[in-house]
């Protein structure tokens, strides 16, 4: 799991009541890091992701399959014990590339394959017409023609399909041959928790000590 943010209960009053009293205050310090979790996985997803809109400058991350957007998650762990903890994380290989900035590089092929606008749905996601697979010995096809590479006059490298061709006349560009991509650091995950789920957390826990002071008779 890559982005992960921890939290455990250090506050000395609140572990003596876990030694005292653990089902009961565990499972009011559960529900708290369940909404803090809730919270920061509700706040990710509508702060730091937009729609997939090609023709606007992405304030925000844009989303193309869905798969970054819905990689986030969160567990409360330490069940039963003294030592109850929150782990907020993403399963998704490319929320750290997101997050603190990457440069990729290929490494089984010589070269990235980056889809263009060409290539996409309406909703960002890759056109299942243009998706390439092997086709002769040396070849590889799409449900549209045979794919060819070219350069175009800037000299970047391209992916194109056979009888399809550009208004101009040129030929339709369905991918960008890179060498590497290069990610900046935009996700946010751990700024968000720092600007905004922190300070929910915080009044979450005062309102969590308030049940538990009430549940046990105060502090002790």
Do not use: C
């Amino acid at each position: 799991m890559v982005g992960t943010i921890r939290i455990t209960v250090n506050d000395a009053p609140v572990r003596r009541l876990l030694d005292r009293a653990p089902r009961v205050v565990f499972r009011e310090i559960e529900d708290v890091f369940r909404d803090v979790g809730a919270f920061h996985t509700r706040t990710i997803q509508k702060d730091q992701f937009s729609r997939y809109r090609p023709t606007a400058y992405p304030r925000k991350l844009r989303t193309r399959t869905g798969g970054l957007r819905n990689s986030f998650g969160f567990r409360v762990t330490g069940r039963g014990t003294a030592r109850p903890g929150l782990s907020m994380f993403s399963t998704s290989r490319i929320a750290r590339w997101q997050e603190d900035g990457a440069t990729v590089r290929a490494k089984r092929a010589q070269y990235l394959t980056v889809p263009t606008q060409a290539a996409l749905t309406g909703s960002g996601a890759l056109s299942g017409r243009v998706r390439i697979r092997r086709g002769g010995a040396r070849s590889h096809t799409t449900d549209l023609g045979d794919t060819f590479i070219f350069k175009a006059k800037s000299g970047q490298l391209y992916i194109g399909i056979k009888g399809q061709k550009a208004p101009s006349g040129a030929p339709r560009a369905f991918y960008a041959l890179k060498k590497s991509i290069t990610y900046p650091p935009r996700l946010g995950f751990k700024r968000t928790f720092e600007s905004k789920t922190r300070p929910f957390m915080n009044r979450r826990m005062r309102a969590g000590a308030v049940s538990i002071e009430r549940k046990l008779g105060g502090l002790a």
